[in-house]
């Protein structure tokens, strides 16, 4: 039933959308960042305490130089700033640390199992991250789980951990790889505009025959 349900999923939200085209790839260190600076914020604020960090730094090498108070002050906007910072400092340390530099445009020549396997060797690199460097930096058919996919999944019963992490792992084995980039991205856009964790559109929704999410919020 759960491969039935991604396919029709995929089918439903596509006729809805479209097909997503993958935009250009940022390096993977760039992407890793990125994935921490999207954690429990908005699009908008991880987008200016991106912009911050490079207000602040003009390199990977800086950035790691610097105190982890420093990179906070830099990210602020995007919240959670402190730990993010540490994080940030940790990994790439970690880097600098296993290959003298902050260039990872190796994993660019490794498949999909090696690449993970690399990534999934740092400390503090979780699943979401590493699926979302090979999705879209790697340009490798990963599928991320965040909350948006892991709840509307979780509301068509395509799969039941509560476990974030568990649930990346899951949804990598049941996704089709030809589909992996557009599902993810139409179920995203679909979680932000009808299926919202509070007052989902019901009214307005694609896939509510699938559904077992109760109580439905069928008045517009």
């Known amino acids: ?11 439903r939200l596509r006729h809805r959308y479209g097909t997503p085209q993958a935009e250009a790839h940022k390096a993977p260190l760039d992407e890793l960042v990125f ?6 914020t908005t699009d908008t604020n991880r987008d200016r305490a991106w912009a911050s ?15 982890v108070d420093a990179i906070a002050a830099a990210i602020k906007i995007g919240g959670l700033h402190k730990v993010k910072a540490r ?5 790439l340390v970690q880097i600098e640390k296993r290959h003298g530099g902050f260039d990872l445009g190796y994993l660019d020549d490794l498949d999909m199992p090696a690449a993970r396997a ?8 979780g699943d979401k991250s590493v699926n979302c460097i090979l999705l879209f930096s790697l340009g490798l058919p990963a599928f991320p789980v ?4 892991h709840r509307i999944f979780r509301r068509l019963g395509i799969l039941e951990t509560r476990d974030l992490g568990k649930a990346n792992r899951d949804a990598q ?13 139409n179920v995203i856009r679909y979680g932000r505009e009808v299926c919202h964790a509070q007052r989902p559109k019901c009214w307005d929704c694609n ?7 109760e109580p439905k919020n069928l008045d517009g």
């Open 1 to 11: 039933m759960s491969q039935e349900a991604i396919e029709l999923l995929h089918d």
């Open 118 to 125: 690399e990534l999934s060797g740092y400390k503090g690199i």
């Open 207 to 213: 896939i509510v025959d699938l559904c077992g999410h």
């Open 173 to 185: 084995r049941l996704v089709p790889d030809e589909i992996a980039y557009p599902l993810h991205m």
């Open 87 to 91: 994080r940030i400092k940790d990994i």
């Open 35 to 40: 994935t921490i600076l999207s954690q429990n």
């Open 146 to 149: 965040d909350t948006h996919v």
């Open 53 to 67: 960090l490079w207000q602040r730094f003009e390199s990977w090498e800086q950035v790691a130089a610097a105190r």
